[in-house]
């Protein structure tokens, strides 16, 4: 049986978060009405001429910056022509041979935790188009220009990727980056992330590349991985049975969960990519690129490193506490509150992460901010509190009963109990109250007996209503039963 | 009062010999009356234009005159004006009405002029005779059996015919500077980057510049100190301040370099043309000009490399006119494809469908090295040519044209036609201003002198025209059509 080797690049588009359209005034929001944030320019009338947003050239040189690339200091802007009803000019404007992001690099992390280096070849700015809505026009199409002119940064990877999980891996790399540079909200239910992804395969140790299908349009990670395993599985199967890849686009069904195709090399447009003459070439002098640098933030991997040598992290820990940056924020937030780097890692990944998971919800979105959290963790860390009861005191802030940990700690009463007289008291009355248990306790060999303390300290816990020192409560009680016996 | 100058009739608003509704009325009555037989017009606003004359009229009488207040022009086609038709001279846009206004009618209305409409062109600025127009040919004032020129060859035979005094054009491969020379007038293409193109419906982006066509050159000096300018919509406008050009009327030509570049006057030329070029070129001598002969070699690559450049872009930026979103649209398309074949084989007329194709051919994959590229590094040396000229000599002379107005239908050839613009297509290339001015006639029609000068030299060509108009006539000839006692 002949082994197959998998061969994919990527070319991720990301919609920056500029406030206006790449090439006019207009609000890039999401979600208005059809067709409302769409001027002269976006509608492409007789007359009009495109002026290139500033913040969209700064924002794809940071995600150039963030990469380690090269920054060209020409870049230039091409037409690409072709006739759609959501391309309301007849050509995309585009960067075909000069664009502003030239090669770099970015590392991904595998599951094993080991890193691999993937290389990008370039990234470009482009404009999107509007969006065709077939629905609700009885047989016609309606158009919307909203999304026309919203500026993409097309990330074009070299075909360095040898599996579905390093090409979601890669996505999830750039994803980070560019939340992490605030030049996208990177949000892939909106499509502010989409990918077109290239694959081919090869036999193993062959050093051609075999012919590549393009499966264009994905949008979500899950989708990445799974458009690929089926585009492969085809492909091996189509190669074994004696067949022939044919250079296509295909397009992902994630219903379906297969890809079909949409059209062949042959039937593909002819672009006519010329240099657009309304636009100048932009010129970066060195002062704005180095501008630029000096104020990039911290970015996942440099963040990921500092969070195991500078906190003690482990490398489970620090990578998934790096992985957005609104993660890692709140993280920081909650840590420099409690001041307790390892605590703070574990309520982050679990009381908290389990809840917004439970409740689908996003960080910026959760009722629990992260100097509420902090100061959650430091009562646990200064034994104010116990776990147990950190726990209802974060289910309450979650839902809103008070303002602080500290507020509800007092509110409910669960101020930890390390008073052994008082203890001692709720002891005596366990035991008091709890005859056949004793006599059982007394009766059972003594390897057993551990065991058995359970039940008392339960009994003690809820007489305290869970604010009596587990530890004291469980040396206490040991104590009195053995002297019992 | 429709034989006089913008700078007679600012005078004479200025002293009160008239309204400028007076003057409006007028004009609109003479337009009335003779554009049937010229067919200059595409769309007369004559309610805008009394309401815009009455407004200049009310702002004179506070004292808030500036000095176009109240001057009647018009506006080429090609121009979107607000709540206008602008129809480009094309099927494709006769049912367009501009939301917006160009940003030199923008400069125009607040300066105070009054458009009294828009004149006819040829389709999408695609000629060189205005027999391309949708909207029918223009005939020239100076012989209603002659072409006058195009593209803007409404504005050229409007301006000659004194139905206004004055207007825009627009010059992609000499739209401005030949008409102006078929019809007797002066017509200036100024450098570009000088006008903004925000709101000019695009031909050749790379190639296409606004300037003004008047009975004088004051009085293009007075129109492109209204409409030069940087412009932030446009990207390709140059952030440089602009002069007045008038003030700068008046230095002596003593000592001017003229070089006379030798391409333009070989084979081709009509030698009736020559000759009153060359007693032009006798009559700037005796201003204290020296005249030397000059060389720009690659003349004649201008042609080829302009008819591979301004149809790849015409063809790109023509590619909006689809059906979808406004313009015309065929009835009852079956599918999107037949709706793009049938509204765009429709809305274009075959000039228009030619440069289409052309451009569409060169920007192919496999072709494009071959045409647009070459083209490009042909468009570099043409441009050398003339920075190396102006090495030598201050401005440049020659014909506008090869020949005066040709007979309408008499170029039924494409290419015959394209030569046509055998010298004004290389200053585009270069992008260069040139003006052209009445300098003789053959036959009862007029001949054009082309002046160029290096990029932003309008001051100076404008200078140098007009110092030729202070001691010659021929811009002072009025066409017998139109004459009121004739």
Redesign the interface.
């Known amino acids: 049986m002949m082994q197959w080797e998998t061969v994919i690049g990527l070319e991720v588009h990301v919609q920056l978060a500029t406030r206006s359209k790449i090439f006019s005034g207009a609000s890039t929001a999401f979600g208005a009405e059809p067709n409302s944030q769409a001027c002269a320019v976006d509608l492409g009338l007789p007359g009009v001429l495109p002026v290139l947003n500033e913040s969209a050239v700064a924002m794809a040189v940071q995600f150039g910056l963030g990469i380690d690339a090269e920054i060209p200091e020409v870049s230039i802007f091409d037409r690409k022509n072709y006739f759609y009803p959501d391309l309301p000019k007849g050509y995309q404007t585009s960067q075909m041979y000069h664009p502003i992001v030239g090669p770099g690099e970015v590392e991904i992390t595998l599951d094993d935790g080991d890193t691999k280096r993937i290389r990008v070849h370039h990234a470009h700015l482009e404009e999107d188009a509007g969006k065709s809505l077939h629905e609700d026009f009885h047989g016609m199409t309606g158009v919307d220009l909203n999304r026309a002119g919203t500026p993409l940064l097309e990330i074009v990877s070299e075909p360095d990727m040898r599996s579905a999980k390093e090409a979601a891996a890669y996505l999830k790399a750039i994803h980070s980056i560019v939340t992490y540079l605030g030049i996208s909200d990177g949000n892939m239910a909106e499509g502010s992330m989409r990918c077109d992804v290239n694959v081919s395969v090869r036999p193993k140790g062959q050093e051609a590349f075999g012919t590549r299908a393009e499966i264009k349009n994905v949008n979500s990670f899950r989708f990445v991985e799974r458009a690929i395993a089926f585009e492969v599985e085809r492909q091996i199967e189509l190669l074994e049975d004696g067949g022939k890849v044919v250079q296509e686009t295909r397009l992902y069904d994630p219903d379906a969960d297969e890809t079909r195709s949409m059209r062949t090399k042959e039937e593909a447009n002819d672009y006519r990519y010329f240099p657009c003459p309304d636009l100048l070439p932009v010129v970066l002098d060195d002062a704005y690129v180095d501008h630029l640098r000096s104020s990039l933030p911290e970015l996942p991997a440099e963040k990921r490193a500092r969070f195991q040598s500078e906190l003690g992290l482990s490398a489970y820990d620090a990578g998934v506490l790096s992985a957005t940056r609104a993660m890692a924020d709140f993280f920081e937030g909650v840590k420099d509150v409690c001041g307790d780097a390892k605590l703070a890692a574990n309520w982050v990944q679990g009381e908290f992460a389990g809840r917004l998971n439970k409740e689908g919800l996003e960080i910026a979105s959760s009722p629990v901010s992260a100097t509420q959290l902090g100061e959650l963790v430091a009562r646990v860390k200064d034994e104010t509190i116990n776990g147990k009861a950190a726990k209802q005191v974060f289910a309450a802030l979650w839902d809103g009963e008070g303002d602080s940990a500290d507020a509800i700690i007092e509110a409910r009463g669960l101020k930890q109990v390390t008073d052994s007289g008082a203890i001692e008291a709720m002891i005596d009355q366990v035991i008091a109250d709890s005859p056949v248990q004793v006599a059982q306790y007394r009766d059972a060999e003594p390897d057993k007996r551990g065991k058995m303390i359970g039940y008392f300290v339960g009994q003690v816990m809820k007489a305290s209503r869970g604010t009596a020192n587990p530890q004291q409560v469980n040396g206490l009680l040991k104590e009195k039963l053995d002297a019992l016996c | 009062m429709h034989d006089m100058t913008l700078t007679e009739l600012a005078r004479a608003l200025e002293a009160g010999e008239f309204t400028s509704r007076q003057l409006t009325e007028s004009l609109l009555e003479r337009i009335k009356r003779l554009d049937g037989e010229l067919n200059s017009f595409i769309s007369v606003t004559a309610e805008q234009a009394l309401a815009a004359a009455d407004a200049a009229d009310a702002a004179r009488a506070r004292g808030e005159a500036g000095p176009l207040t109240g001057l009647p022009l018009a506006l080429k086609d090609i121009?979107?004006t607000e709540g206008v038709r602008?129809s480009?001279g094309s099927k494709m846009?006769d049912n367009?009405i501009?939301?917006?206004d160009?940003n030199v009618v923008e400069k125009l209305k607040t300066a105070g002029t009054v458009s009294l409409g828009k004149t006819n062109m040829d389709e999408f600025a695609m000629g060189s005779s205005n027999e391309n127009s949708y909207y029918g040919p223009v005939k020239n004032p100076w012989d209603l059996s002659a072409v006058p020129g195009g593209s803007s060859g409404g504005s050229a035979a409007a301006v000659a015919a004194g139905l206004v005094p004055a207007a825009l054009g627009t010059d992609t491969g000499g739209s401005i500077r030949q008409p102006a020379a078929f019809c007797g007038i002066t017509g200036l293409k100024p450098t570009y980057g000088r006008v903004s193109?925000?709101?000019?419906?695009?031909y050749?982006?790379?190639l296409d510049q606004a300037g003004p066509m008047a009975r004088t050159a004051e009085d293009c000096a007075l129109l492109l100190s209204a409409i030069a300018g940087h412009d932030?919509?446009?990207?390709?406008s140059v952030a440089r301040g602009v002069p007045d050009y008038c003030a700068e009327l008046g230095a002596s030509l003593s000592g001017l370099k003229i070089g006379l570049p030798k391409e333009y006057f070989g084979d081709g030329l009509d030698p009736a043309v020559e000759s009153a070029i060359r007693e032009a070129v006798k009559v700037y001598e005796s201003l204290g000009a020296t005249v030397q002969e000059v060389s720009l070699p690659h003349t004649h690559h201008a042609i080829p490399a302009y008819y591979v450049i301004a149809p790849?872009?015409a063809?790109?930026n023509?590619?909006?006119y689809?059906g979808?979103?406004?313009g015309h649209r065929c009835d009852a398309p079956h599918d999107?494809e037949d709706l793009?074949k049938r509204s765009r084989a429709e809305g274009f007329g075959d000039e228009v469908k030619r440069r289409i194709l052309i451009g569409?051919h060169t920007?192919?994959?496999g072709f494009?090295d071959a045409y647009?590229k070459k083209a490009q590094q042909v468009r570099r040396l043409i441009r050398q040519d003339f920075m190396d000229a102006f090495e030598e000599v201050d401005v440049l002379m020659g014909p506008s044209t090869p020949t005066p107005a040709f007979d309408l239908g008499a170029n039924k050839d494409p290419v015959s036609m394209y030569l046509q613009d055998i010298y004004t297509i290389a200053i585009n290339l270069a992008g260069i201003p040139g003006i052209s001015v009445p300098a003789g006639a053959v036959d009862g029609r007029p001949v054009g002198l082309q002046i160029l000068g290096p990029h932003f030299a309008e001051s100076q060509l404008l200078n140098v025209a007009h110092q030729f108009q202070q001691v010659t006539d021929w811009h002072q000839q009025r066409p017998a059509f139109g004459k009121e006692n004739a």
């Open positions: 121009f979107c602008t480009c846009l367009f501009a939301p917006y160009a193109r925000y709101g000019m419906v695009a050749a982006s790379s932030l919509r446009d990207s390709t790849a872009e063809s790109s023509l590619s909006r689809d979808v979103r406004f999107l793009y569409t920007l192919s994959e494009f647009y």
